[in-house]
């Protein structure tokens, strides 16, 4: 396993542990999943004020590897890093298409209380253009 991989693969299930309890057990890496993300990070975003920053970016990390774990789950693909804000991305398609996701600086946004950076809609947009992967379209979901 590559490092990039390993390390969101990590991530991810270290999500899972951690918010077992508070998910009644379903977070399960199906796009499903997704909607109790959503309501996690709705309820976080009230208390973002009273968190440090190292607790918000633990946040971002466990919720945007979970996210990426969902779309590698569904879609496979490969791992590449863009940059420390932005993190890991998952590219699906290549090498005739490329269609990427990148999910931390959207679910610091959703952290932050932004209702307009819903996960599941934003995956969604992901998840149809990866599951008709139009040759030649080059996109970043972001």
């Not at 396993?1 to 999500?15: E, G, H, N, P, W």
């Not at 542990?17 to 976080?44: K, P, Q, Y």
């Not at 918000?56 to 890093?81: D, H, I, M, N």
């Amino acid at each position: 396993m590559t490092t990039i991989l390993q390390d969101v693969v990590d991530t991810a299930k270290r999500a899972v542990e951690t918010f077992h309890d508070r998910s009644g057990g379903r977070l399960d890496f199906s796009e499903n999943s997704l909607s109790i993300v959503e309501e996690m990070l709705a309820e976080a975003s009230g208390y973002i004020d009273e968190m440090s920053q190292f607790e918000t970016s633990s946040l971002v990390k466990l919720f945007g590897c979970y996210v990426l774990e969902v779309a590698r789950t569904r879609y496979g693909g490969e791992y590449e890093w863009l940059d420390e804000e932005r993190g890991p991305v998952l590219v699906v398609g290549e090498p005739e298409t490329h269609i990427a996701i990148a999910t931390w600086a959207r679910i610091r946004s959703r952290l932050s209380g932004d209702p307009a950076d819903n996960i599941p809609f934003f995956y969604r947009g992901f998840s149809d253009m990866a599951s008709t992967l139009p040759n030649g379209k080059r996109t970043l979901f972001v």
